[in-house]
């Protein structure tokens, strides 16, 4: 079965760059889906298909997609930005949703 | 803009069947894809399986054997039984709409509701 890695946890200071890592093999041959899940709430949809925006999902947020690695990227991280990051994508081998292991973004 | 809403028990007894409803309010069931998703105490997202609003669908290998999902197009619900439970299948349980290409994307959630099992 298809598996997807992700870092546990990422730390960046507010204003700054972070970049969440989601690795599978050939990755880059599927669409990578990201969600955002803040404690104590439900997972939200930040990017899908590698790189699109929901209407709500600030432009500070961005996705890309590569060889074995997917990529989130939020500039200009604000405090409301720390949550859990989640990267999913389909394995249509088995006609499966796959989820990454999840990302505890920290906003020092 | 849709909606969806889990019910169900909050407490199940081991070995006994877990059974949960999506209700979809404000839109149609039809021609999405429909998912049930979970994530026990402090861990990551797992995905149990999906129903078309048609009937079909599948279930994730690991829970496959256990799982059942079905359809109610005139009520607007999906549901979702799984059997023989234990403390492992304690979690909090999502509904979730599966949209674009072939519902892969997870566009609409909803606020997840927690199942304890225990005796």
């Known amino acids: 079965s298809y598996v997807l890695t992700q870092p546990p946890s990422v730390s960046v200071a507010p204003g700054k760059t972070a970049r969440i890592t989601c690795g599978g093999i050939?990755?880059?041959?599927?669409?990578v889906h990201w969600y955002q899940q803040r404690p104590g709430q439900a997972p939200v949809l930040v990017i899908y298909?590698?790189?699109d925006r929901p209407s709500g999902t600030p432009e500070r947020f961005s996705g890309s997609n590569s060889g074995n690695t997917a990529t989130l990227t939020i500039s200009r991280v604000e405090a409301g930005d720390e949550a859990d990051y989640y990267c999913?994508?389909?394995?249509?081998?088995?006609?499966?949703?796959?989820f990454g292991g999840g990302t505890k973004l920290t906003v020092l | 803009q849709v909606q969806l809403q889990e019910s169900g028990p909050g407490l199940v007894k081991p070995s006994e069947t877990l059974s949960l409803t999506c209700t979809v309010s404000?839109?149609?069931?039809?021609?999405?894809?429909w998912s049930w998703i979970r994530q026990a105490p402090g861990k990551g997202l797992e995905w149990i399986g999906y129903?078309?609003?048609?009937?079909?669908?599948n279930y994730d290998p690991s829970l496959k054997s256990r799982v059942a999902i079905s359809v109610d197009t005139s009520k607007n619900q999906f549901s979702l039984k799984l059997t023989s439970v234990t403390a492992a299948d304690t979690a909090v349980y999502y509904c979730?709409?599966?949209?674009?290409?072939?519902?892969?994307?997870?566009?609409?959630w909803g606020q997840g509701t927690m199942v304890t099992v225990s005796s």
């Open positions: 050939n990755i880059g041959s599927k669409s």
């Open positions: 129903i078309y609003y048609s009937g079909s669908g």
């Open positions: 404000g839109g149609s069931i039809s021609p999405y894809y």
């Open positions: 298909y590698d790189s």
């Open positions: 999913q994508v389909w394995d249509s081998s088995g006609d499966r949703r796959v």
């Open positions: 979730a709409r599966g949209a674009r290409g072939d519902g892969e994307v997870f566009d609409i």
